[in-house]
């Protein structure tokens, strides 16, 4: 099976719950299996998903949007 990592900085990101909450969006994606927080609080955060398919920047937009964050770069 082919797997797909994709990298997004998030602005705004500054403790434990924050990452808990980008991660619950994200997994409700459908094909996410990991996501992987660097988190830097006071700057942006690293954050990659791991997927069975290719991820829409659109829909990684919004689901992090949904947990209240904002991506500010990405390689999607």
Do not use: P, Q
């Not at 994709?6 to 994200?26: F, K, Q, R, W, Y």
């Not at 660097?38 to 069975?52: H, P, Y």
């Amino acid at each position: 099976m082919t797997h797909f990592t994709t990298t997004v900085l998030v602005d705004g990101m500054t403790c434990n719950h924050c990452i808990a909450a980008v991660t619950e969006e994200l997994e409700a994606l459908d094909g996410v299996e990991d996501v992987a927080v660097d988190l830097k609080a006071g700057g942006a955060s690293e954050v990659t998903i791991g997927s069975t398919r290719k991820l829409k920047h659109e829909s990684i937009s919004e689901a992090i949007a949904e947990a209240g964050y904002l991506v500010v770069d990405n390689d999607a």
